[in-house]
């Protein structure tokens, strides 16, 4: 069965700093994984996702994320982080054609 | 971008009443799914919905909840009587294919007084 684990609830970092997501997945074949972003009051967004062509997948503003099968992990990262960065993320797996599973979130903090 | 369409935004509602939530996925997608999301919690799935019938469902998606495609563009979650516990945005999600990716709507906030 296939599952994700987000470390870390909240996430709080200066604006310019470094931007680093933690997801750990478990799956029983070769998943799909997504990143997705949840501003306040609004639906959800996808980030980026993975799907075996590449391991370090580029997505929207400014994110990427790098698939380590012998990490079983799918963390996401931003080099220099905006106050509009400011949202919940939720890291996801999906196994073939079955439904996505969704991690508990975390939401990022900005420090100005 | 294509979008999925969700209706009404936001929803009060009693306590035993039921509710009809409303989504228009996008035109070419084969694949429906409702996720739902409580307060300060993660999203959950409930169920999908794949050539005119449920092809899984969560522990969440009891005999009060349904689910109908009724006119081959609408795609709607029915809560037959809603409990406080209910109260969660909805969120209607549509794929073309296994491979692709899921587009969301913008979700409904139900909120069950």
């Known amino acids: 069965a296939q599952s994700v684990t987000q470390l870390g609830s909240h996430v709080s970092v200066s604006e310019g700093a470094l931007v680093l997501l933690r997801c750990n997945y478990s799956?029983?074949?070769?998943?799909?994984l997504f990143w997705y972003v949840q501003y306040p009051n609004q639906g959800l967004q996808l980030l980026l996702k993975y799907t075996s062509a590449a391991t370090l997948v580029k997505g929207i503003n400014g994110f990427e994320a790098e698939f380590k099968k012998s990490e079983t992990s799918f963390h996401l990262t931003k080099p220099s982080a905006h106050m509009s960065d400011a949202a919940e993320y939720f890291c996801?797996?999906?196994?073939?054609?079955?439904?996505?599973?969704f991690g508990k979130g975390t939401r990022l903090h900005i420090l100005p | 971008e294509p979008e999925v369409t969700q209706t009404p935004s936001h929803q009060v509602t009693q306590m035993g009443q039921e509710v009809i939530l409303r989504c228009v996925p996008i035109s070419n997608h084969l694949y429906f799914y409702w996720y739902r999301q409580i307060l300060g919690q993660k999203v959950e799935f409930l169920v999908s919905f794949y050539n005119n019938e449920i092809s899984e469902k969560s522990e969440i998606f009891d005999d009060q909840f349904s689910v109908e495609r009724p006119d081959g563009s609408n795609f709607t979650l029915k809560i037959r009587s809603t409990k406080l516990e209910d109260s969660a945005m909805y969120f209607c999600?549509?794929?073309?294919?296994?491979?692709?990716?899921?587009?969301f709507g913008s979700g409904t906030q139900l909120s069950v007084l």
């Open positions: 999600a549509s794929i073309r294919q296994a491979k692709e990716k899921l587009f």
């Open positions: 799956s029983s074949v070769p998943p799909y």
């Open positions: 996801a797996v999906r196994e073939r054609d079955d439904k996505i599973i």
